[in-house]
């Protein structure tokens, strides 16, 4: 059974960069199958989905539109990991974030890690 | 990319039965048949309870039921018990090869 969990910094200040880490237990960042997920929750913008990685024989990310252009999501083979950078955040970013497993062919979140609250603020 | 549109909240009473909705697009919920529920209690990380459409994880109660119709999915609790008192968000997978979620719906009177 797969295990996810978040880590990185709760306070982050306006306009730096926001860096979580999701540590993957019980499958492999590399699986053809498996999708990894990046998705906060705010009060006021509820869920929210912001990307994905994926390995299907070379390595593909997808992103929302909404944050694409201060987006990253990179692999880490070598650690089984999958991480998430938000550049040039505001306070609207203040969210619980939450990494997320879902799978080729099964287009739902299998499971969740344990989310991790970042507030942006000075 | 706009999120999936729920009613903000539904109430009920032990015993009886709701639906809630969820609505999107023909390029999510009316194009695919994964359409998935999620029940989140507060504080708590948010649990699988129906996916695509219609189906039951293992150890969720049978009062839970999922269907679809059109650019429309709905979830129904049948028999509502207390612990069914919680939020609850539906996801959908869509044609950028993305998910998008529902902005929720509190179930209460429980």
């Known amino acids: 059974q797969v295990q996810l969990q978040e880590s990185g910094p709760g306070l982050v200040k306006p306009s730096q960069t926001l860096s979580l880490t999701c540590a993957i237990s019980g499958d492999s960042v590399s699986s053809n199958t498996a999708t990894w997920n990046w998705i906060r929750q705010s009060p006021s913008r509820g869920l929210e989905w912001l990307g994905r990685a994926f390995y299907r024989s070379t390595w593909s990310t997808v992103y929302a539109l909404s944050v694409k252009s201060r987006i990253t999501i990179n692999p880490d083979t070598s650690k089984n990991q999958v991480s998430l950078q938000l550049q040039s955040v505001t306070p609207e970013d203040t969210a619980v974030y939450y990494c997320a497993k879902s799978s080729a062919w099964e287009e739902y979140v299998q499971a969740w890690g344990q989310g991790t609250l970042v507030t942006v603020s000075s | ?110």
Do not use: M
């Open chain 2, 1 to 110: 990319q706009s999120a999936l549109t729920q009613p903000a909240s539904v109430s009920g009473s032990p015993g009886q039965s709701i639906t809630i909705s969820c609505t999107g697009t023909s390029s999510d919920v009316g194009g695919y048949n994964y359409v998935s529920w999620y029940q989140q209690h507060p504080g708590k990380v948010p649990k699988l309870v129906i996916y695509d459409v219609t189906n039951r994880p293992s150890g969720v109660s049978s009062r839970f039921s999922g269907s679809k119709s059109g650019n429309t999915a709905s979830l129904t609790i049948s028999g509502l018990q207390a612990e069914d008192e919680a939020d609850y968000f539906c996801g959908s997978f869509t044609k950028y090869n993305s998910l998008v979620f529902g902005g929720g719906t509190k179930l209460t009177g429980l």
